[in-house]
């Protein structure tokens, strides 16, 4: 079973629709961490948020809000008011921990947004 | 520019082949991570490197190789290369080892194998 589920493939919305990308995961630790990147047409790879599961807090940081919901293991992305700009492929990811005491990270396949002007 | 950066951009060559992908991490990060990715594989953990020595080992096949030097610095050595190798490798610096922080991750080197 896949550990971080990112069932949306590809989502197109137009210039200043707001647009929610879905993050479900699976762990059986108590401690474990959650990020989102995103990875522009330029192939970087871009550090978004961070987030530990000691804490639900909702996170807004400008048009960009994290949705945090242990209940139904989901960690969701919203794009409020999206551009062109916005535009890329977007992962989610999981840390947790391994038997060997390291955290071990695991990537979702990714959403790809495209933001029609 | 996250302050990780990879050697070279591109790399062409042919089956059998030996690379050697270089990255440096970004100032004060102890940890280097290793990534592949391609179309059909999305974004696969390698190897991670802490301080010099092997930290975490992920779907790295026999014929890869990595290490990380007493700078810092990590390299990727990719052997007896097949069609399949072809893909986008990413090396990643993060402050801890323990793999709970976020990680910044260099420009990517492409990898095209003929």
């Known amino acids: 079973a896949q550990k971080v589920t990112q069932a949306q493939t590809e989502i197109s919305v137009v210039e200043k629709e707001d647009v929610t990308l879905d993050c479900v995961y699976e762990?059986?630790?108590?401690?474990?961490?959650l990020f989102w990147y995103k990875q522009p047409p330029s192939g970087e790879l871009v550090f978004l948020i961070r987030?530990?599961?000691?804490?639900?807090q909702n996170e807004i940081s400008g048009r960009y809000s994290w949705n945090f919901q242990k209940s139904t293991s989901s960690f969701n992305f919203t794009i409020t008011a999206s551009q062109v700009v916005d535009s890329a492929v977007y992962f989610c990811?999981?840390?947790?921990?391994?038997?060997?005491?390291?955290?071990?990270?695991?990537f979702g396949t990714g959403t790809r947004l495209k933001v029609l002007a | 520019d996250s302050g990780v950066t990879q050697t070279p951009k591109h790399l062409i060559t042919a089956t059998g082949q030996r690379v050697t992908l270089r990255c440096s991490p970004r100032?004060?990060?102890?940890?280097v991570y290793w990534y592949q990715q391609s179309l059909d594989q999305g974004l696969q953990f390698l190897i991670q490197?802490?301080?010099?020595?092997?930290?975490a080992k992920g779907n790295i096949l026999e014929r890869f190789s990595a290490q990380q030097f007493p700078d810092l610095h990590s390299e990727l050595n990719l052997s007896s290369l097949e069609l399949g190798d072809s893909a986008l490798y990413f090396c990643?610096?993060?402050?801890?080892?323990?793999?709970?922080?976020?990680?910044?991750f260099g420009p990517g080197t492409r990898l095209t194998v003929t």
């Open positions: 100032s004060g990060d102890l940890s």
């Open positions: 990811a999981l840390s947790e921990k391994t038997t060997s005491g390291t955290y071990k990270y695991i």
């Open positions: 762990t059986r630790d108590t401690t474990y961490y």
């Open positions: 990643a610096s993060s402050v801890d080892g323990k793999g709970t922080y976020e990680q910044y």
């Open positions: 987030r530990n599961s000691f804490d639900e």
């Open positions: 490197y802490y301080n010099g020595e092997e930290r």
